[in-house]
Each structure stands twice: as C-alpha cells, then as structure tokens.
C-alpha cells in the first residue's frame, strides 16, 4: 500500500513566496488610472506565480509529490471592476512555466475553489457565478496545460434548512456545469453539513471521484462507519486512472475540535491506515491540512517513516506493509 503526501497552497519555510498576494477593491479604486491598476494587479498575478513555481521547486526537492495551488493567484479575478481585461493573454508564459514543471514532475496537482462558489444555491445568479468561478480555475490548468488529471476540489454547499432538497438542487445544477468542468470536479465531504455517506451517495450518482476529509468525517460523522464507506469511495476514483486522495488534519484543541491544529498528529492517521490495509489496501494519496503548510508535510514524513511496517520509498512517499 503506498502512500504519497502533499501541502497546501504556500511554504513557511521559503522568505517572500507568497503565491497569494492580492490587492483590495479599495486600494484599486484609489488608482486614477483604471488601465495603470490592471497592469498592477497583473503584475502581481505575474510574481504570484513565479512563488508559485518556487514552491512548487521546494516540494518537489523535498519529494512532495501533491501540491494545491490557492485559488487567490490572480487579485480580483471574476470582479466586476476587472471585467473585459485578459488576465489569460497577460499571463500565458507564466502559466506555461508552471504547468511545464508540473508535467515534468509529474506532481499530482489541484485547486480549491473558495466557499462563495455554491452550486446549490437557491439563488440563480450564485450558481451562475460559482460556475464562472469553475470554468475559470479550468481555465487555469487549460493555460498550464494540465489535462483532467489536475482536479478541483468543492464542497457540496449549503443545507438551507433542507438537505435533501439542496442535495437534489445540487443534482439539477450540476446539468449547467459545463462537461469539460464536470470533468475536473471532486467531492469532499464538510465537518458540519453533509456526511461522508451523503456526499458519496451524489457522487456515486453524477459520477464525482469524492476526496474523503478524515477530519470532517470525525466532526461529522453521521450514524456511518468508514470501514463500510472507504471501499466504495475509492471506487469513485476507479475512472480517473488516479489513484483516491484523502485530507487529514488534527483538530486545534477538544474546545476547537473543527479547526485545524499547526501539525497533524500522527494518531489521527495511523487507525485510518491500519483500516485501509486491512480492508482494502489501495495506494492513495494525502494532502495535509494544517496551519503550517508545507512544514506540516514534512513533520508528517518524517513520523510515517517511523510508523512500525512503513518503508520510506522517498522524503514524500511511502509503503505501508
């Protein structure tokens, strides 16, 4: 059973590698200019990027294998004050770059698309924009020249009161995303809405790979067992040609059990891989969620490498026997 680990978005270990930095609608405003302010935010869309490329170089030296661009890469994309500019002409050769050592590498790679993007919306115009808001992280992985294996990752949204009307809502609206979208979406379950068992069971029924939150399932876990749901999410996967992807995270403190601790605890992994191993004993992946990014990966490694059974392949990657 091999296992691979990745991070999220940025690196506390690199000085100046923000790959998010970002300008605020007020402070754009200010610029008389309104051309001069486009230049600005594509100037700083440009660096954001070259971070990005950056840590993506750290990782891969560190044999980190799974990484999650932010979704902040471009400051005001989609805003109405940055409508009928092109980002995507401004920016190909740095996308190009990215998606170059992507390839290269063969790093398996994602986006999370932030919590406004609600395809279940009861309103018309948030789940028109949420599907704008896809297309554009497609967009993204188009100018990287990523194929479908590069995936977004969502929730399912909000219950507004009735699951199981919102889940059937998410169902209707799912028929506007766009096929080539479609293609690059995953599931993942919430810490405080819908339960691993509801969202495999969508997934299961539109054909979604779904990305199992240990966490979540942890904060909310339904009346399911994982021992009967692990098979069938990863069977989600089956048509991807990837292997399945879990999050993992520690809880802060028991007063704060939903929020997400500086590092992972290795106890809160281990009971998940022995059940793997046992029922199972499929590859998959695991992207760390913790407050310390890309040094929470490596603190990881290195208290799997000392987990009794595991066989460090490299600094990222593992066998668990």
């Not at 302010?37 to 030296?61: D, F, P, S, V």
């Not at 199981?164 to 766009?178: G, H, K, T």
């Not at 069977?235 to 997400?260: C, F, M, N, Q, Y």
Request: aromatic share 8%; proline share 4%.
């Amino acid at each position: 059973m091999k296992l691979r680990v990745g991070f999220v978005a940025m690196s506390v270990n690199l000085k100046n590698a923000t790959p998010s930095s970002t300008m605020t609608v007020t402070n754009f405003n200010k610029i008389i200019d309104r051309e001069a302010g486009l230049r600005k935010l594509t100037n700083i869309a440009a660096k954001n990027l070259q971070n990005t490329l950056r840590i993506l170089r750290h990782a891969h030296a560190h044999d980190i294998h799974l990484y999650r661009f932010t979704s902040k890469l471009i400051p005001m994309l989609g805003h109405e004050l940055t409508e009928g500019w092109n980002f995507w002409s401004k920016l190909g050769p740095e996308f190009e770059e990215v998606g170059k050592f992507v390839r290269d590498t063969g790093m398996r790679v994602s986006f999370h698309p932030d919590h406004y993007t609600i395809l279940n919306s009861k309103s018309d115009e948030v789940v028109a924009n949420s599907i704008l808001d896809m297309e554009r992280h497609v967009k993204m992985f188009e100018l990287m020249g990523l194929d479908e294996r590069a995936k977004l990752v969502m929730h399912v949204g909000g219950s507004f009161k009735d699951k199981a009307d919102s889940l059937q809502r998410f169902e209707e609206n799912w028929a506007s995303v766009p096929d080539h979208v479609k293609r690059r979406v995953t599931l993942e379950n919430d810490d405080k809405t819908y339960t691993a068992l509801e969202t495999l069971e969508l997934c299961e029924r539109l054909g979604i790979p779904m990305v199992l939150d240990i966490h979540h399932h942890r904060c909310n876990p339904g009346d399911e067992e994982l021992r009967d749901l692990v098979p069938r999410v990863f069977a989600t996967w089956e048509p991807t040609g990837l292997v399945p992807k879990i999050h993992v995270s520690s809880p802060k403190s028991e007063e704060d059990p939903r929020h997400h601790a500086d590092y992972i605890d290795i106890q809160d992994l281990v009971p998940f891989l022995d059940l793997v191993h046992e029922i199972d004993n499929q590859d998959f992946d695991i992207m760390v969620e913790a407050k310390q990014k890309d040094d929470s990966a490596f603190r990881l490694a290195a208290d799997l490498a000392q987990v009794e059974g595991m066989k460090k392949i490299d600094g990222g990657t593992f066998e668990y026997k």
